[in-house]
Nanobody, 125 residues
């Protein structure tokens, strides 16, 4: 089992930045690929970014590329999502997820088997 706890969400204005964090406990953090997904109200969960277990490979959704950065600190068992130039359409509940090492790194929520409780990001225009 891996327990994930997100933090860092909140209310910001368009153009502002936020950094989400996700602290993991349980099974060795470095054995897992990590990802961020988000869910808009009434819509399905969508992929945002993923990072391989060793931090050497990252993938981003097209709509966040160049604005968001995923990173991880295996010594602190934490994954981060730095979000810059936030837009109103980025407002959603953001979820951290952990899954087994895969090659290639997965963008599918079906391949991540541990999830956090989510953190709300609200962006005002």
């Amino acid at each position: 089992q891996v327990q994930l706890v997100e933090a860092g969400g909140g209310l910001v204005q368009a153009g502002d930045s936020l950094r989400l964090s996700c602290a993991a406990s349980g099974r060795p953090f470095s054995n897992h690929d990590m990802a961020w997904f988000r869910q808009h109200l009434g819509k399905e969960r969508e992929f945002v970014a993923a990072i391989a277990w060793n931090g050497l490979v990252t993938y981003y959704a097209v709509f966040v590329k160049g604005r968001f950065t995923i990173s991880r600190d295996n010594a602190k068992n934490t994954v981060y999502l730095q979000m810059n130039s936030l837009k109103p359409e980025d407002a959603a509940v953001y979820y951290c997820a952990a899954g087994p090492k895969r090659v290639p790194l997965s963008r599918s929520d079906k391949e991540y088997n541990y999830w956090g409780q989510g953190t709300q990001v609200t962006v005002s225009s």
